[in-house]
């Protein structure tokens, strides 16, 4: 009896250390797997991001700009951009995050000194086909028959189109009573006077992430190059004083 | 052979309308014809891979532990896929991207795992995995080609009909719902047609 019991035992104990040894080595293989393609490809997917934010610095700035990389100071979480017309800096370029429904929402955006928006751009997003990923969608005036075929138009997200013009430092309005694309030119007009932009049919989730998202990114950075400037203007301040003083005395 | 695994998957056990399978993604991606193709290559494609490899290693696994070692090559196999998409691809990322993390939760998956390769040999695994692959990517075109065209007047993101008013319903999870459920009553009933007729 004792030795029967004592060999069942063992049996199952066996079972459990079998059922062990499986699961690890399974997870052990696939985690290699995933971290051997992880290593296989960080280079490439970095240089395929570069590419990409460079393609949407571009839009979110007008024609014509030369783009400088700032690199953080403090506490920014990333690099920003400086837009320059011959010597004068027309905007900076940020890039931010939106909180959406089920991903985030990773968006640059351009904007005058004062907070007004000059472009925005969607980078990635992975929210519900359909409904959330409007956000990037491009509409098209062609009828399917003539256009099935034919090259797509090349056009602009209008999701990203409505945020031209809108202040950041003031509340961004949700209109929900029609989307953007189907508002007259009047109706686009008041609702950007009121600082408003219009929601996607059935994801104002997404719509308020995006919202939300560069009045956040907006207030971060636009302080922070505030703040740097007033540091400049006052340390070349300081040092004019200085020479000044230098001058008077030596006179 | 081909012939019948092709046939079974696309039409007598099709995975949305008779084993009523992945509904989640299915009301998710069936709002736009382009959004149907690409979750229904998307998923035809991982959906054979991982059929491949879970019959494969079936005589390893131990039963007590089968569905965590499917779901960890599932979701391996995803990863990759949306890694090298990244890496390569960056286009079709672009089109694909947002469905390829919505077929780790695509219970068709695990199903086809459950109930078919881990009992058959590798030649009919890859098979089922293409046949059930095409099934539901044929049904979810169906799906959203009703969808689409009624709740947003457009087809292939192109306008459909001049003047038409959409019913912005059908785009929303309610109408997905009504449509799955009045494509299966027409299946059904043809279903029931036809073996009283006989």
Redesign the interface.
């Known amino acids: 009896m004792c030795g029967r019991h004592y060999t069942e035992r063992l049996k199952r104990m066996f079972d459990i250390i079998?059922?062990t040894v499986?699961?690890v080595v399974?997870?052990v293989v696939?985690g290699l797997?995933?971290g051997i393609?992880?290593k296989?490809?960080?280079t490439?997917?970095e240089l395929?991001n570069k590419?990409?934010e460079e393609l949407a610095l571009k839009i979110v700035f007008p024609e014509g700009v030369t783009i400088e990389r700032c690199e953080p100071s403090g506490d920014l979480p990333g690099p920003y951009w400086v837009g320059k017309k011959e010597n004068a800096t027309i905007g900076y370029a940020i890039k931010g995050i939106g909180r959406g429904y089920s991903s985030d929402i990773n968006f640059i955006a351009g904007m005058e000194p004062d907070g007004r928006i000059l472009g925005l751009t969607i980078l990635?997003?992975?929210?519900?086909?359909?409904?959330g990923?409007r956000v990037q969608e491009?509409l098209?005036?062609?009828?399917?028959w003539n256009?099935?075929f034919s090259k797509k138009e090349a056009d602009f997200p209008w999701f990203c189109k409505q945020f031209k013009g809108i202040d950041v430092t003031r509340d961004i309005k949700i209109d929900k009573t029609s989307e953007w694309h189907l508002k007259s030119s009047e109706q686009k007009k008041a609702l950007l006077d009121e600082n408003g932009i219009s929601a996607i049919?059935?994801s104002t989730i997404s719509t308020r992430a995006v919202s939300s998202g560069i009045k956040k990114y907006a207030y971060l950075y636009l302080n922070a190059i505030k703040q740097q400037k007033n540091e400049t203007t006052q340390s070349t301040g300081a040092a004019e004083a200085t020479d000044t003083l230098n001058q008077q005395v030596t006179q | 052979m081909i012939r019948e695994e092709l046939k079974r998957g696309i039409f007598t056990e099709n995975p949305i309308f008779i084993l009523v399978l992945g509904l989640c993604p299915s009301l998710?991606?069936?709002?736009?014809l382009q959004?149907a193709l690409g979750?229904g290559m998307a998923a035809t494609f991982v959906l054979t891979c991982s059929n491949v490899i879970i019959s494969m290693i079936k005589k390893?696994?131990?039963d007590?532990?089968r569905i965590?070692?499917y779901i960890?090559?599932i979701?391996?196999f995803v990863?990759?896929v949306q890694?090298?998409l990244?890496?390569?691809l960056?286009d079709l990322d672009k089109a694909l991207?947002?469905?390829v993390?919505?077929i780790v939760v695509n219970c068709i998956i695990l199903a086809r795992a459950e109930a078919f390769a881990s009992k058959n040999n590798i030649s009919r695994s890859f098979l089922d995995g293409i046949g059930i692959g095409l099934g539901f990517t044929a049904s979810l075109s169906i799906l959203s080609i009703i969808r689409e065209t009624l709740g947003a007047n457009?087809?292939?993101?192109?306008?459909?009909l001049?003047g038409f008013q959409p019913m912005?319903i059908f785009?929303?999870a309610p109408g997905g719902f009504f449509t799955i459920a009045l494509v299966m009553g027409i299946i059904n009933y043809m279903r029931q047609k036809k073996e009283t007729g006989k």
């Open positions: 079998k059922l499986v699961l399974v997870s696939a797997a995933i393609t992880n296989q490809t960080i490439k997917i395929q590419l990409a990635s997003q992975t929210e519900t086909p359909g409904l990923t491009v098209s005036k062609k009828y399917f256009g099935l049919t059935g | 998710a991606t069936s709002t736009s959004n979750m390893v696994i131990p007590k532990v965590p070692c960890v090559v979701a391996t990863t990759i890694l090298v990244k890496a390569y960056p991207g947002i469905f993390p919505l457009k087809l292939w993101g192109l306008n459909f001049p912005t785009i929303l």
